[in-house]
């Protein structure tokens, strides 16, 4: 499969405490998920600098041992409400639960934020992995294969929600006393194993028809939904190699439900540390790793993996284990690299407390613009999700240090062509659709 895009695309993933989980400690670090001023600088920094969108996940149960940046933090949908009214230009991405979630609700949600942003939004669709059942009011968390059918069907239903009115179907005639074309409005009446949806939905179709969809499921059944229905997949690899068998196995999907690979766009995870030679960078880097907490980042690992892991050996790789209900694919990422390269339970967990899996580059500016470009370039990316260590350092040194590298190679734009986010990933806008019983 030919990499035909002629540019990367490049998101901004904001945990304001930073990425890393001793980021906040950096010195200079600005810190926390309830600090709007700093979230509001982020994203205006990002929009200065054309990216594509900001990002924003979500978790559904807190404790003291979480990471830093997710022991408490805003509603996302609420925060890019108020995002859309202070920037003009950039994506809006945030994650809302299919299982923890009601797909008229999450319609209604994306759909508002699109027309306040005059579309810029995007959900990502998480099945949520985390047992969250008792926040609300459920007796037990569906097992993984059971929340991707739910996940199926929910997304189907959202998206016949936001096709309720076709994008005409305002007549707003004073001469004739018209204001809507009635024929134009419709019912969705879906009956389902799952949900029982009448609709329409009290919204009329957004400025991007349907907001973008992203998916971050790397397993087999989150693979089967995103090539099905995502238009980005966030997803964490660890070597170039295995990031090109995953975007070739997904591309080939994507094909096999007729469409265009182009518009399932694949976007990694990469924290970038820079400094001025490699030895700087190497610096900083174990710096930020110095202040690992080794318990919270057992604990880290032990989530991830579904297992209590206070009595493993710290020096010893991993012993084969069987993969969780929850989390599936990131637990197998860390299962391999300890079997596969010999790392260490301590290795793993300071890997995990750095960047959750995700990769991890350190380098000059040259050396990760040189990494990046190199996986864009041999189809193991179409762009990637920046997660810097620390907030605002960390993002102003790779706006102020590869962003320049990545231009002057053309690989990165100069400035927005447009002025929706399916404009600036080159993703078309779905045409309205008839859905449930209107098929």
């Keep these: 499969m030919s990499q035909t895009l002629q540019q990367m695309r490049l998101g901004l993933f904001i945990q304001a405490a930073g990425h890393h989980a001793s980021g906040w400690r950096y010195p200079g670090a600005q810190s926390g998920s309830e600090n709007f001023k700093l979230i509001k600088q982020l994203t205006l920094a990002a929009e200065r600098a054309c990216l594509d969108m900001v990002f924003f996940g979500d978790k559904l149960v807190t404790s003291a041992q979480e990471h830093p940046s997710m022991i408490v933090r805003f509603e996302p949908l609420t925060l890019l409400g108020s995002l859309a009214s202070i920037t003009e230009k950039i994506g809006l991405a945030a994650t809302a639960s299919t299982t923890y979630s009601e797909p008229y609700t999450v319609a209604r949600q994306f759909g508002t934020v699109d027309h306040i942003s005059e579309g810029r939004a995007a959900w990502n669709v998480v099945t949520t992995g985390y047992d969250s059942a008792a926040n609300f009011t459920r007796a037990t968390h569906p097992n993984h294969d059971l929340r991707y059918e739910v996940a199926e069907e929910f997304v189907d239903v959202v998206r016949g929600l936001w096709d309720s009115f076709e994008d005409d179907a305002y007549v707003r005639d004073a001469s004739r006393g018209v204001y809507l074309d009635s024929h134009k409005?419709?019912?969705?009446?879906?009956?389902?194993?799952?949900?029982?949806?009448?609709?329409p939905l009290n919204l009329s179709r957004s400025?991007?028809?349907h907001p973008v969809l992203i998916q971050a499921g790397s397993s087999g059944p989150g693979m089967s939904l995103a090539a099905r229905i995502a238009e980005v997949v966030f997803t964490a690899q660890q070597d170039i190699e295995g990031a090109q068998q995953f975007y070739r196995d997904l591309k080939q999907q994507v094909i096999a439900h007729g469409r265009d690979p182009q518009h399932c766009l694949v976007m990694p995870g990469i924290m970038p540390i820079l400094g001025a030679t490699?030895?700087?960078?190497?610096?900083r880097f174990e710096r930020l790793q110095q202040w690992t907490d080794l318990d919270t980042a057992l604990k880290l690992v032990g989530e991830r993996l579904g297992q209590d892991l206070s009595g493993f050996d710290l020096d010893q790789p991993l012993p084969d284990l069987p993969l969780p209900q929850n989390m599936k694919s990131r637990a197998k990422l860390l299962l391999d690299m300890s079997h596969r390269d010999g790392l260490t339970l301590r290795q793993i967990c300071n890997l995990v407390a750095g960047a959750r899996g995700h990769k991890i580059?350190?380098?000059t500016p040259a050396q990760v613009a040189d990494e990046m470009i190199a996986w864009f370039e041999t189809e193991a990316a179409d762009g990637f999700n920046l997660m810097p260590s620390h907030f605002p350092e960390g993002l102003d040194l790779f706006i102020e240090g590869v962003l320049p590298i990545l231009r002057q190679r053309g690989l990165f734009r100069e400035a927005y062509s447009g002025s929706t986010l399916r404009?600036?990933?080159?993703?078309?806008?779905?045409a309205h659709r008839r859905w449930g019983s209107e098929r």
């Design 278 to 283: 490699s030895a700087e960078a190497q610096a």
């Design 423 to 430: 404009e600036h990933l080159g993703l078309p806008r779905p």
């Design 207 to 209: 400025p991007q028809g």
């Design 361 to 363: 580059l350190v380098g």
């Design 185 to 199: 409005m419709h019912r969705l009446d879906h009956r389902g194993q799952h949900f029982n949806i009448d609709g």
